[in-house]
């Protein structure tokens, strides 16, 4: 069975820094691109970006690509968002994808 | 980017219903339409890949069409367990979704 398991959410502060994590098991991490998508509090879907299956290549939403940094680790089936300088906006739900198969998520509040 | 508009915004209909929901590309987006049904408290699910492909494990009476700007997620007889909110999402280029149409009983 595929599970994708988010992880690192919580509160944080404007200005602070946060590292999601996301394990995958069930199919062969390093085989597939992966994503993460933002959902707000409104139900708007956001597309972050995107990572290459051995990590060589990424993309990223031109709004957030100097504040959000996409890795992985395929030896640990591993995903990770690095989010920095964070603000209000970005208070959401963060979802790993390989787009065929989603987490359930994690929320990010950020508030003073 | 390329703007997704799905219509309606909310639906009620009643079980055994034949439910039509519609997504509307702002330029040509080559069949590369992607539909999720998001239930309360979850995460999305893929029902529909490329316009008109099945994912495996869903059940048939989900079915899709389209081409160029205007696609459709068609249920062809509603049941209790497809009260959801159902996404468009497109990856003909930078990946944008839909707002989302709400699935309600009536």
């Known amino acids: 069975e595929v599970q994708l398991v988010e992880s690192g959410g919580g509160l944080v502060q404007p200005g602070a820094s946060l590292k999601l994590s996301c394990v995958a098991s069930?199919?062969?991490?390093?085989?597939?691109?992966m994503s993460w998508v933002r959902q707000t509090p409104g139900k708007t879907m956001e597309w972050i970006g995107d990572?290459?299956?051995?990590?060589?290549?990424?993309n990223y939403a031109p709004s957030l690509k100097n504040r959000f940094t996409i890795s992985r680790d395929n030896a640990k089936s591993t995903l990770y968002l690095q989010m920095s300088n964070v603000r209000s906006e970005d208070t959401a739900t963060y979802y790993c994808?390989?787009?065929?198969?989603w987490g359930q998520g994690v929320m990010v509040t950020v508030s003073s | 980017d390329i703007q997704m508009t799905q219509s309606p915004s909310v639906l009620s209909a009643s079980v055994g219903d034949r439910v039509t929901l519609n997504c509307k590309a702002s330029?040509?987006?080559?069949?590369?339409l992607n539909w999720y049904q998001q239930k309360l408290g979850e995460a999305p699910k893929l029902l529909i890949y490329?316009?008109?492909n099945l994912q495996t494990g869903i059940p048939s009476r989900f079915s899709g069409s389209g081409s160029g700007t205007d696609y459709t997620l068609t249920i062809s007889s509603l049941q209790p367990e497809d009260v959801a909110t159902y996404f468009c999402?497109?990856?003909?280029?930078?990946?944008?979704f839909g707002a989302g149409t709400k699935l309600e009983l009536k």
């Open positions: 999402f497109q990856h003909n280029s930078w990946p944008t």
């Open positions: 330029q040509n987006i080559n069949k590369y």
């Open positions: 990572i290459k299956y051995d990590g060589s290549y990424t």
């Open positions: 490329n316009t008109n």
């Open positions: 069930g199919f062969t991490f390093s085989d597939y691109w």
């Open positions: 994808t390989s787009r065929s198969y």
